[in-house]
């Protein structure tokens, strides 16, 4: 199965910045919609942010909007997660994924559900301390 791969996670302060990166061998899921995912210990995995295949479409979870801002380059096959002004609520490990291939009338669907979505990486933590 292809491979999704994220890095950029990490130890960071209250307050801090990280930018995490989710990237695909060249050529895959050009035509997916995207989403960052993240779970926290004991918990659900939720939605941290979502892009839509044509890259005019997001969605956000209530808890990071503001603070966080997901980008897609598709001529580098990358997706991003930048996030600033950390919580300790924001620890978790962050996964990225990505839909089936999308038809030109969904192009700009954004999909919020874990089960939306068929390809996953394999995480990467993000631990934010007080």
């Known amino acids: 199965q292809v491979q999704l791969a994220e890095s950029g996670g990490g130890l960071e302060q209250a307050g801090g910045s990280l930018r995490l990166t989710c990237t695909a061998p060249?050529?895959?899921?050009?035509?997916?919609?995207r989403g960052w995912f993240r779970q926290a210990p004991g918990k659900e995995r939720e939605l941290v942010a979502a892009?839509?295949?044509?890259?005019?479409?997001?969605s956000y979870a209530d808890s990071v909007k503001g603070r966080f801002t997901i980008s897609r380059d598709d001529a580098k096959n990358a997706v991003y997660l930048q996030m600033i002004n950390l919580k300790p609520e924001d620890t978790g490990v962050y996964f990225c994924?990505?839909?089936?291939?999308?038809?030109?009338?969904?192009?700009?669907?954004?999909?919020?559900?874990?089960?939306?979505?068929?390809?996953w990486g394999r995480g990467t933590q993000v631990t934010v301390s007080s």
């Open positions: 994924a990505a839909t089936s291939p999308l038809t030109y009338y969904n192009g700009h669907n954004v999909y919020t559900r874990p089960g939306d979505y068929d390809f």
């Open positions: 060249l050529g895959t899921f050009s035509t997916s919609a």
């Open positions: 892009v839509s295949w044509s890259g005019r479409s997001t």
